[in-house]
């Protein structure tokens, strides 16, 4: 079955860097589309990077272009979110998704952001 293993995560200072992993397993890994996803304590989740199968096409919601970019290595079947220049408004746990036959995620990876 499709599985979605995030890593990476952690107690960070403002203007840190993390980079976050997501293993994928259960399916054809290079012929799909991965995104993440964030949701912080009392907010809705929320979509935060995407990237195309060939990694030809990225996307990020605006709170954090040019700050983090998300790239994947279809050989180990991994997807990465670097994430630089963090701020406390990122603090929130980071899920992994892939849409296949719907919306899959991972168990997601805490980031915390403070002095």
């Known amino acids: 079955q499709v599985q979605l293993v995030e890593s990476g995560g952690g107690l960070v200072q403002p203007g840190g860097s993390l980079r976050l992993s997501c293993a994928a397993s259960?399916?054809?890994?290079?012929?799909?589309s991965m995104w993440w996803y964030r949701q912080a304590p009392g907010k809705e989740r929320e979509w935060v990077a995407r990237i195309d199968d060939t990694e030809t096409f990225t996307d990020y919601v605006d709170s954090v272009k040019g700050r983090f970019t998300i790239s994947r290595d279809n050989a180990k079947n991994t997807v990465y979110l670097q994430m630089n220049g963090l701020k406390p408004e990122d603090t929130a746990v980071y899920y992994c998704?892939?849409?296949?036959?719907?919306?899959?995620w991972g168990q997601g990876t805490q980031v915390t952001v403070s002095p």
């Open positions: 998704s892939a849409l296949i036959y719907g919306r899959k």
């Open positions: 259960g399916f054809a890994f290079s012929s799909y």
